[in-house]
T-cell receptor, first 115, second 109 residues
Framework: DAGITQSPRYKITETGRQVTLMCHQT?????MFWYRQDLGHGLRLIYY???????DKGEVPDGYVVSRSKTENFPLTLESATRSQTSVYFC??????????????FGPGTRLTVT | QKEVEQNSGPLSVPEGAIASLNCTYS??????FFWYRQYSGKSPELIMF????GDKEDGRFTAQLNKASQYVSLLIRDSQPSDSATYLC?????????FGDGTTLTVKP
């Protein structure tokens, strides 16, 4: 049971380069999320998706692009990486229950350094 | 004012004691409330969720929710050194969750 995976786990890139972080889940969860976590801070939502082809902005979307053509994948692209985007990125997923309540489960994270 | 606020911490308790972690939120439309544990360098792990006012117990953990006061707490009984971690409070409304900055708990043997 793979659950939710992220790749790469570690990435170093240069300012101005495009970077794509991958997220894959095997539970067929409808919701998927991207968060960033900076040292000493909680998780901040970048983008989320309620289903394939449905995405919405979170708290800090600027500089990021997402797509969701398949339920199981939710890639996050940094179009032109900046040093301020150095962070740990977590992908999460959750099921939509009939009650409207759900719990999020997180991937292992990608540590991104922009030099 | 942050949407979700937690004790700034760090919180230190002796082994076997009760650890009390608190969280307040500003959105009255919030529907679901979660506690995650995060060990250093690891991803958040869901430990408790609560949707209705009152207490919910799971082993050594008890979550308490008071929607009128916009307050949710986590009690850890018989604290163990393995409970030492950062605890994140999360509040959900309309499909997305907002997280607090976390409270770091240290349980001293």
């Amino acid at each position: 049971d793979a659950g939710i995976t992220q790749s790469p786990r570690y990435k170093i890139t240069e300012t101005g380069r495009q970077v794509t972080l991958m997220c894959h889940q095997t539970w067929s969860h409808s919701y998927m999320f991207w968060y960033r976590q900076d040292l000493g801070h909680g998780l901040r939502l970048i983008y989320y998706s309620a289903a394939a082809d449905i995405t919405d902005k979170g708290e800090v979307p600027d500089g990021y692009v997402v797509s969701r053509s398949k339920t199981e994948n939710f890639p996050l692209t940094l179009e032109s990486a900046t040093r301020s985007q150095t962070s740990v990125y977590f992908c999460a997923s959750s099921a939509e229950k009939a009650s409207g309540n759900y719990e999020q489960y997180f991937g292992p994270g990608t540590r991104l350094t922009v030099t | 004012q942050k949407e979700v606020e937690q004790n700034s911490g760090p919180l230190s308790v002796p082994e076997g004691a009760i650890a009390s972690l608190n969280c307040t939120y500003s959105d009255r439309g919030s529907q679901s409330f979660f506690w995650y544990r995060q060990y250093s360098g690891k991803s958040p792990e869901l430990i408790m969720f609560i949707y209705s006012n009152g207490d919910k117990e799971d082993g050594r953990f008890t979550a308490q929710l008071n929607k009128a006061s916009q307050y949710v707490s986590l009690l850890i009984r018989d604290s163990q050194p393995s409970d030492s971690a950062t605890y994140l409070c999360a509040v959900r409304n309309a499909g997305k969750s907002t997280f607090g900055d976390g409270t770091t708990l240290t349980v001293k043997p």
